[in-house]
């Protein structure tokens, strides 16, 4: 019991900090898991092979494939038709819309998803973009819990409650599994809840400001990132003669002289690209793309002794706006980027992707870039071509703003994406069938009609999400057979022990969502679960309530941007402080508190 509680504070307390890795964290939790004997050897590493992992993987995939075909764009469209450009009827529709695609989708990748389509949205209308991101981000939670499909706690607690019922005392009634719709009554109530909170109090608790940041599509960026980032002035070709002291230098060099412009491009010889490399040498006719002020580029060329065109006669077709363009990109928390800095991305050679700045908060990064290390929630501005950009965010370690023209989509497989989507769903409420092999039939019935192919399955699929679930499971599974659950829960019964059912509740789902807010909300899951059906069991309360209260809790995380992934991805793009959060995510907090056990207790009386 002592390991297991050292276990859960050490777990905590690297969580919290951030000195290693979460997914890290989770592997060295399980590993001392198996090396101590906490849990047979055979089955440590069983999380992997769990309903909840496998589930979750499938999920991801078919999110992946509705995307692909087209229904987040039709989804744009319909928002459209229905907001008619007002403010407050395109808010109530957008969280609407992500409400109900929050049932189906999980939270992280609807926030990806949604991002994009909430600035198309925003540069249509001119609504600023910070009155609708902090809502949309914030009703993805509220409405995750209306069914098992899409929220990974509520995955995860079937597996827990199979543990529980094999160390539950003898006598002790096994707590039944839940269905997959067996929460949506309590998600309904949520999700109709926060809907209707940012309708009544949006122009109370969203900052009222001038926002300048709703501008981001392809033919509106100059103004934007003018205004924005300071980035401005004006694409024109430099040519290096002969004379020019420019021959013989790397990229990296020239970009460090006194006055340099933005190098964007380059052209030797009849070899053009995009985001030329630092180490890339200049040679005599070599013909430079760049950006800047126009007194500044014909400074720079006068001492450099280069002949500058205002028109884009070699280096055009790079610089279409349809072909290519300044973007905004924000780093999730599962980007392999993070805590890299700039330079040791090598984006020019690795994808053809040039970094004008980094905003973090309310600061503005354009010089020195290369040495800045990335955090969670940075905004990089870009510039590349829409392919290159396309390409570097596949691998998820990047989430485009910026409303870029789309490649790769198959509008013609929408109807195969859509219909085994809800061959899955069907196969989960009408059968027998776990909920891993339902959404794993769906998932491999989109590869195999073309909606997704391998290589995308595999990009699709969130694998630090995967880790951290699947390596804390154990954890989990080890507070029951050790019986360090049951000790917890006496603790708490010396406390409160003569306190009503309501105090005790109410209790748990306010540690539970204070753990969810500084760790991930499947750790604090897997902790207070084991804890909730011993409290239960102990009073005579009902434990399949109890345990449904922990797990909905853990999604109550709007107090701090750091509580949830879906929080920190839109911090960034709408410029949110942390006041911001927390005086939109406290009353919320204690109307989702409210509401999560009021309707549970209904439920189950």
Known sequence: MILVLGLVCFTMLMLVLEW?????VALLVVVVIGLTGLIP??????????????????IMIMGAGLDRAGVLGLTAQFVMRMARGKESRLGVVINAVTSLFSAVIPSQA???LMIPVTSRLSARTGVPISRLLLPMAFCILTATNTTLIANSPLIVLNDLIASANANLPPGAQTVPKFGLFSVTPVGLALAIAGVLFFYLFTNKLLPDREDERQKVTPGRTESYFAETYGIVGETAELTVTAESPLV??????????????LILAIRSGNEARMAPPADQVIWVGSVLGVLGPRDELNRFANNQL????????????LFNPTRAGISEAVI?????????????????????????????????????????SLRTGDTLVLHSSWKALQDASEDKDLVIVTDIPREEQRPNKLWQAVGFFLLAKGLALFTNLDLSVAMMTGAIGMLLS??????????????????????????GWSMDTTGTAAWVAQE?????????????????AILTLLFSQVMSNVGATVMMVPVAISVAVATGGNPSAYALIVAVSSSNTFLLSSGHPALMMVTGPGDYSSRDFFRAGLPLTFIVLVITLVAINLMYR
Not at 248 to 261: F, K, R
Not at 342 to 365: F, N, P, Q
């Open 332 to 372: 999730p928390p599962s980007s392999r980027f993070l805590k890299q800095s700039v330079g040791e991305l090598r984006l020019r050679k690795r994808y053809g992707i040039s970094v004008l700045a980094v905003t973090r908060g309310d600061h503005v990064y354009r010089d020195d870039l290369r040495a800045l």
């Open 248 to 261: 013989g230098m790397s990229i990296g060099e020239v970009e460090q002289l006194h006055g340099a412009p």
């Open 306 to 317: 280069c002949k500058v065109s205002p028109r884009m006669r070699q280096l055009g077709e």
């Open 450 to 475: 073309g909606v997704l192919n391998m290589d995308e399955a595999y990009k699709a699929v969130n694998w630090k999400t995967i880790f951290v679930t699947a390596c804390l499971i154990p954890l």
């Open 20 to 24: 290693i890795r979460a997914d890290m």
């Open 110 to 112: 609807l926030a990806a």
């Open 492 to 508: 708490v019964l010396l406390h409160l022990g003569h306190a009503s059912p309501w105090v005790l509740q109410t209790s748990l």
């Open 41 to 58: 050897s055979d089955r440590v590493f069983n999380g992997f092979a769990g309903n909840a992992v496998i589930a979750i993987i499938a």
